[in-house]
């Protein structure tokens, strides 16, 4: 066998214990009990199906809602209707779009922030005690590497979203 071999053979088998350790992570963060403890911690009521699409708006905003409905994975008419109810709660508000007003942004509010203020502090509690025995360096890279691996996988997204929507050219 040779070395390109056994390299490509341990990538592939590397590739596959990454994609394991992220469907164990997203399955975790996807739990509605996550959700629901991370409300508690931060001493507030929000209900559950709210909880993400507020601090998604906080960290993406001004965000349509086509564009928050792709990122939570949820359905347009249900986002929609989601962020009205935040609306009303007064955690977020809606208006045009500088880039195209046809298009309703929605922007965290004061009230929202100070909300996901809260969310934050639970969150960073929650993060102290995950990574109480992990050494400095090791978190250091944790994060270095998370944030290199959010950007090239987000940037794949974007060049596949970008190719498939070339005309004439097949996707997939």
Avoid: C
Wanted: aromatic content about 4%; charged content about 30%.
């Amino acid at each position: 066998m040779s070395t390109n071999n056994v390299q490509n053979t341990h990538i592939s088998d590397q590739l596959r214990e990454l994609h394991g350790a992220l469907i164990e992570i997203v399955s975790v963060m996807n739990r509605p009990q996550r959700d629901e403890q991370m409300v508690r911690d931060a001493g507030i009521s929000l209900d559950r199906a709210l909880f993400p699409l507020l601090v998604m708006v906080e960290r993406l905003g001004p965000i349509g809602v086509v564009e928050l409905a792709d990122r939570a994975g949820r359905d347009y008419t249900t986002v929609s209707r989601q962020v009205a109810k935040l609306e009303s709660l007064d955690l977020v508000e809606r208006r045009g779009s500088v880039a195209d007003r046809r298009v309703r942004e929605a922007i965290i509010s004061p009230k929202g922030k100070a909300m996901t203020d809260r969310i934050d502090a639970a969150r960073e509690r929650m993060g102290r005690a995950i990574f109480a025995t992990w050494d400095e360096h090791d978190f250091n890279e944790l994060v270095r590497l998370m944030r290199k691996f959010a950007n090239d996988i987000g940037d794949d997204a974007d060049r596949s979203a970008a190719s498939a929507s070339e005309p004439g050219e097949e996707s997939g």
